[in-house]
Every structure is written in C-alpha cells, then in structure tokens.
C-alpha cells in the first residue's frame, strides 16, 4: 500500500514532466484543454493501478505454483498406494499358488514341514510383495512380453541362488562339492531346480495376478512419467 500511495502522490509530479515534454509551449500554470485533461487523467489512473496489477498476477501466480504442488503430492501419494496394492496382490497370490506345489517338494524330498521350510515360505512372501512393486513398474506403457518373462525369471533365478547351501561335504578354497560338477553337487542342483520351479509358479501366477487386476481396473498401471511441479515455480 505504501509504494500504491508514493506512486500515485508522485503522479502530479511525473504527469507535470511529461505534459511539459509532450506540450514545451505551454505552462504548468495555464488550464489544460479538454484533451490534456483526458490524457492526464488516464495517465494517473494507469500510474496508481500499476502496483495492484503486478500484485494481482504475483498472487495468482504464487496460487498456480501451490496447486502444482498440491497435484504434484497427491500424484506421488496415489501412486505410492497403488504400488502397495500391487504388492499385497502380488505376495497373496503367489503364496497361495506356491502353497501346494511347496508342501509336495517338501515332503517328496524328506524334509518334513519343519521351521527352515515355514522360514522359506515366509521369506517368499516378502520377496513377492517387492516383486509385485517392481513389476508394476517393468510393465508400465509396454506390452513386450520379454520384460515381463525376463522379470518372473531373473526374480526366480535370484531366489533360487540364495537359497542354495553347501552341503558338509564340500571343500572351500576352491569349492569343492563333488559330482557332478565339482562346484555344484547333485543335491545343490536338486535343491536349485526344486526351489527354481517354486519360484517361477509363484511369481508367474503373481505377474498374471497383477495383469488381470490391470484389465479389470482393480489396479492402475504406473505412469510413464509423474508430473513435477517445480518447475512451475521459476
């Protein structure tokens, strides 16, 4: 308000500058005519309301700069809950395919269901919460089939490898298994095939899990891209 009240109570002295300038041969003294009057008139109008419009478009663009925030952290958010769905759909299903096929191993193998097997199968349902997050996001925006086989496998393949153990027999620096390769024993390569076929059944049946709640629009596909609003504040 105070450079609104300077500017208007310095427009006398900024009109009397320009009337001089634009009629030299006439006196701050004598009566302007009828059209110097209009002109100085909407010059000091236009002289006052100069600070409210720059403060108008200040404000509004300060309001822009919010909303574009506010879009942006409710975007983030929305996605974020999506993401969680996409993992809790992913590790229910995966665990309720795997189910049987993990008891059939287990008991064909003479392992019994005893604390390491309940350990594993818990340990999956982790892994397929995250898979399902990740998958969500392989899959945005592209129907190539490749990325959605080459996500089941390299997760099947990575579960598969940590699950493996040595066997007492081994011998380390270099390891040293025993036939048939040596590296890898055959109750190594027995373990990594059995825990390879749990694998791609849960997270095969999780991947189609998330792709018919995609059709059937119980889940949203990730975006391409989530809209940033900070640039709008420069």
Same mark, same amino acid.
């Given at each position: 308000?105070?450079?609104?009240?300077?500017?208007?109570? &310095?427009?006398?002295?900024?009109? %009397?500058? +320009?009337?001089?300038? #634009?009629?030299? !041969? %006439?006196?701050? !003294?004598? =009566? =302007?005519?009828?059209? $110097?009057?209009?002109?100085?008139?909407?010059?000091?109008?236009?002289?006052?309301?100069?600070?409210?419009?720059?403060?108008?478009?200040?404000?509004? *663009?300060?309001?822009?700069?919010?909303?574009?925030?506010?879009?942006? #952290?409710?975007?983030?958010?929305?996605?974020?809950?999506?993401?969680?769905?996409?993992?809790?759909?992913?590790?229910? *299903? /995966?665990?309720?395919?795997?189910?049987?096929?993990?008891?059939?191993? #287990?008991?064909?193998?003479?392992?019994?269901?005893?604390?390491?097997?309940?350990?594993?199968?818990?340990?999956?349902?982790?892994?397929?919460?995250?898979?399902?997050?990740?998958?969500?996001?392989?899959?945005?925006?592209?129907? $190539?089939?490749?990325?959605? %086989?080459?996500?089941?496998?390299?997760? *099947?393949?990575?579960?598969?490898?940590?699950?493996?153990?040595?066997? +007492?027999?081994?011998?380390?620096?270099?390891?040293?298994?025993?036939?048939?390769?040596?590296?890898?024993?055959?109750?190594?390569?027995?373990? /990594?095939?059995?825990?390879?076929?749990?694998?791609?059944?849960?997270? &095969?049946?999780?991947?189609?899990?998330? +792709?018919?709640?995609?059709? $059937?629009?119980?889940?949203?596909?990730?975006?391409? %891209?989530?809209?940033? /609003? +900070? &640039?709008?504040?420069?």
């Amino acid at each position: 308000m105070e450079r609104r009240f300077s500017r208007c109570s &310095g427009g006398r002295t900024n009109l %009397q500058r +320009d009337q001089l300038t #634009t009629h030299p !041969h %006439q006196s701050l !003294h004598t =009566p =302007p005519g009828l059209s $110097n009057l209009a002109f100085v008139t909407s010059s000091y109008l236009s002289e006052c309301l100069k600070p409210a419009r720059s403060s108008s478009s200040a404000s509004s *663009a300060r309001g822009r700069w919010l909303f574009s925030r506010s879009s942006r #952290t409710i975007s983030m958010s929305s996605d974020r809950l999506e993401s969680a769905k996409a993992g809790v759909i992913s590790a229910l *299903a /995966g665990s309720f395919a795997v189910a049987p096929v993990s008891v059939g191993f #287990t008991l064909f193998t003479d392992n019994g269901l005893n604390a390491q097997w309940e350990l594993s199968i818990d340990m999956l349902a982790i892994s397929l919460f995250l898979f399902g997050i990740v998958y969500r996001y392989v899959v945005r925006g592209d129907t $190539n089939p490749m990325l959605k %086989q080459g996500a089941i496998g390299a997760f *099947a393949v990575i579960r598969a490898a940590s699950a493996l153990r040595a066997p +007492d027999i081994c011998v380390p620096f270099p390891l040293q298994c025993g036939p048939p390769l040596s590296y890898f024993s055959w109750p190594m390569l027995t373990q /990594g095939a059995i825990t390879v076929a749990e694998s791609l059944v849960a997270f &095969g049946f999780a991947a189609v899990a998330i +792709d018919l709640a995609f059709r $059937n629009t119980w889940l949203q596909q990730a975006p391409s %891209q989530l809209s940033d /609003g +900070d &640039g709008d504040s420069s």
